[in-house]
């Protein structure tokens, strides 16, 4: 038997059973949390303080797997297009970008508490919510419908004539329509009025005495040196694409760069999350990859579709099943975009963002010139005319990309003697250690023979050596771990200068001849072998 967060939830029945496995879901969800800090994946920060909220810690497994994904992005970035290049710009910036961005004004979550059991909401969360439940309610009656008919069950001919469906149909698009209108008017008093009139109830109180709903600014702020007119207040960057639109002119000149082109960024936002939740989910301080494309004014459209297909590419390539992603075309746009979608992956808590594409038009580019004093117009010798270019970006959390590879990894297995074994299926470029080494028994000359196959590969790949305990043991550690391949050195070694090979998922053993194992473990594990899928 396998359980599989994402697998599992992408097969659930809608029928009795869901709470049930809903629960289940919650409960691997724990384990996985568990699990995370058990074998050095991720820790809390602060944690012998108790912890800081929010905030995380990630262990000597979480580092290498991290390091792993941000390497695939990157290399995806600026090895796979010519006219794509890195920089790496600082998190304090002067405090004129944030006005210019428009995040000292716009940069906000609408709030709403409840009197009774004084607990903080997003108010645009709970209506989405709420939204959530007619999707709910209406897929449970089809699903119900559906087992009722078998065969001759006609969906959409049920969807459309069936009253209760319909009803529930009627209040969802209702509901859908005033939001979207609320939320494009930043009117808070019909946001309030909308939980109001659903009926919406505190999950903790189970009232509806709610307060009335206030904006409130997400950038954390600091203070940065000091002189006589006292210390200049600066933000902690709520987003890294601002430190790429402020050098697009920088990087555009000295790299003599032609429109279309993009500069890509890793690196730490911070963010004054309200509701902190999901362990690494929705953090205070987190990664961003984010990619910008400068594009000419009017081919926007056409680039925005370009990247939409390429990063949902980029996410299916590492085989977790295309059942796992889909897009979620925003009904609300960002004040700079004109056309955006998100990303999602299907979390042990449902489908979530992982990442974010919008066409940003020259919003940024204009303000920054506006505010700056100082051209950011691009000649194009082509059109012979100068332009602000217009902006797709591409923005991924690393976080919750990490997040999504571990839930999507993470299994349990009841084995022929009825063991259990965790493990975590990594797609191989990704996982922390490439290969553990080990000697089938501590004597004999076997610890040496299997140090000396080490020291010949840990050039290549990050490897462990490992001689302690039962072999079976040794295995179930490196499950747990997600490393790909074992190497195991016995008495026929000596002679034959051959190993087995234990592959982590099947469990199979290969016998492979020690000269050929850098060669056969490369193709295996390597970043290339995924981003020849790319292209
Ligand atoms: N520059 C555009 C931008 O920042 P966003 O949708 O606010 O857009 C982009 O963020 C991505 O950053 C998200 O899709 C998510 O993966 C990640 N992200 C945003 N807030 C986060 C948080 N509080 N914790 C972890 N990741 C976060």
């Not at 009774?116 to 709910?136: F, G, M, N, P, T």
């Not at 290549?460 to 190497?487: L, N, V, W």
């Not at 099947?506 to 492979?512: A, D, G, I, L, P």
């Not at 850098?518 to 594990?525: E, G, K, L, T, Y």
């Amino acid at each position: 038997m396998l359980i599989s967060y994402a697998w599992s939830l992408a097969h659930r029945p809608i029928n009795s059973l869901f709470t049930l496995v809903e629960m289940a879901q919650e409960d691997i969800f724990k384990k996985l949390v568990s699990h995370c800090k058990e074998y050095g994946f991720v820790f809390p920060s602060s944690d012998i303080y108790d912890g800081l909220s929010a905030v995380y810690d990630y262990g000597q497994m979480g580092v290498e797997l991290k390091n792993n994904i941000k390497k695939y992005w990157w290399d995806s970035m600026a090895l796979l297009h010519e006219n794509i290049v890195g920089i790496d710009s600082a998190i304090f910036m002067h405090p004129t970008i944030w006005k210019a961005s428009g995040h000292v004004d716009a940069f906000n979550d609408p709030l709403i508490d409840n009197k009774d059991s004084k607990k903080r909401y997003r108010a645009d969360v709970l209506i989405e919510d709420q939204l959530a439940k007619y999707d709910e309610k209406i897929n449970k009656d089809v699903a119900k419908a559906a087992k009722r008919f078998g065969e001759s069950f006609d969906e959409a001919q049920f969807r459309s004539t069936n009253g209760r469906v319909l009803e529930n149909q009627g209040k969802r698009n209702a509901l859908h329509i005033r939001f979207t209108k609320a939320l494009n008017d930043g009117n808070l008093e019909e946001l309030r009025q909308i939980i109001v009139d659903e009926e919406i109830t505190c999950p903790i109180s189970g009232t509806r005495n709610w307060t009335e709903v206030r904006q409130f600014n997400l950038m954390f702020s600091t203070e940065m040196g000091s002189t006589a007119d006292g210390a200049m207040k600066v933000y902690l960057r709520p987003e890294t694409a601002q430190g790429i639109f402020v050098n697009y002119m920088n990087v555009q000149k000295t790299g003599r760069m032609k429109i279309p082109f993009g500069i890509a960024q890793i690196g730490k936002a911070f963010r004054n999350e309200i509701i902190a939740r999901q362990f690494i989910f929705r953090m205070r301080e987190f990664e961003q990859m984010e990619m910008q494309f400068f594009v000419r004014p009017g081919s926007e459209l056409e680039w925005f579709a370009k990247w939409k297909e390429l990063r949902m590419k980029w996410h299916k390539a590492l085989g977790f099943g295309d059942n796992h992603y889909r897009y979620h075309d925003h009904d609300k746009l960002a004040h700079y975009a004109n056309a955006a979608t998100d990303i999602e992956f299907l979390m042990p808590f449902g489908f979530k963002e992982v990442e974010g594409i919008h066409s940003r038009t020259d919003f940024d580019l204009s303000q920054h010139e506006k505010y700056s004093g100082k051209s950011i117009k691009y000649f194009d010798p082509e059109l012979n005319e100068s332009y602000i270019p217009y902006v797709i970006e591409t923005s991924i959390g690393v976080d919750r990309m990490f997040l999504s590879v571990l839930s999507a990894s993470y299994c349990e297995e009841t084995l022929g003697n009825g063991e259990t074994r965790v493990l975590l299926k990594l797609p191989a470029p990704l996982a922390p250690v490439k290969l553990a080494v080990m000697p089938l028994v501590k004597k004999d000359g076997l610890p040496e023979k299997a140090r000396e196959i080490m020291d010949t590969l840990k050039f290549q790949f990050h490897c462990q050596y490992d001689e302690k305990d039962s072999i079976g043991k040794r295995y179930r550690r490196q499950d747990a771990i997600g490393t790909p391949y074992c190497i195991t050195v016995d008495h026929q070694s000596l002679d034959d200068n051959c190993v087995t090979l234990r592959n982590r998922d099947t469990m199979q053993q290969e016998r492979v001849a020690i000269a050929e194992l850098n060669s056969i473990i490369a193709d295996r594990v390597s970043i290339t072998g995924i981003l020849k899928k790319l292209i």
